[in-house]
């Protein structure tokens, strides 16, 4: 695609990032005419042919990248991190008033704020106290057996804080 223009700027932050030129070039292009179709895929019915076309392709690769079983959904929602940290207890508490939730950053606060809107929470550990530059071990977690599900935050993103286990709840 030619020479980087010297005004093009390198974006290494959290969530959208740099993409090579042809992949923007691409896009542009079919921003107008998506396939000959006439039309934008953002001016498509969520019910089209067409569209409905993209979203199969698109899980169908999502599936094969991350080796998603036929036994699993997949859903492309809107909303980011947000949204989900309230979906987590509207689809999880089953009936229950509480869950368990490990503090270790930003975006456990975030997710802990959304779902006390929901249930009770129990902050079962925490790295507040250490300025959130670990993830407690799990044999520190004062997990509550009644609690519905156990939280926790894989990548605290803004304060570099990651999980290197997947933890066992039981």
């Not at 067409?50 to 979203?55: G, T």
């Not at 935050?153 to 997947?166: A, D, K, L, M, R």
């Amino acid at each position: 695609m030619g020479s980087r223009p010297a005004t093009r700027v390198f974006n290494f932050s959290a969530g959208p990032a740099v993409l090579p030129e042809d992949v923007l070039a691409q896009a542009a292009s079919e921003m107008l005419d998506w396939h000959g179709s006439g039309m934008s895929v953002m001016e498509m019915s969520h019910r089209g042919k067409e569209f409905i076309a993209i979203a199969e392709a698109a899980e169908k690769d999502l599936r094969e990248l991350l080796a998603i079983p036929s036994n699993y959904k997949v859903l492309f929602l809107q909303g980011g991190a947000t949204l989900q940290f309230g979906m987590v207890p509207m689809n999880l508490l089953g009936g229950k008033k509480s869950a368990d939730y490990i503090y270790t950053g930003e975006w456990s606060k975030k997710a802990i704020k959304e779902a006390n809107r929901f249930c009770e929470i129990n902050i079962a550990a925490s790295s507040e106290g250490k300025n959130f530059s670990f993830a407690p071990e799990q044999s520190t977690w004062q997990l509550d057996p009644k609690s519905a599900y156990v939280h926790y935050t894989s990548n605290e993103t803004i304060g570099g804080v990651e999980f290197h286990w997947i933890p066992d709840t039981g």
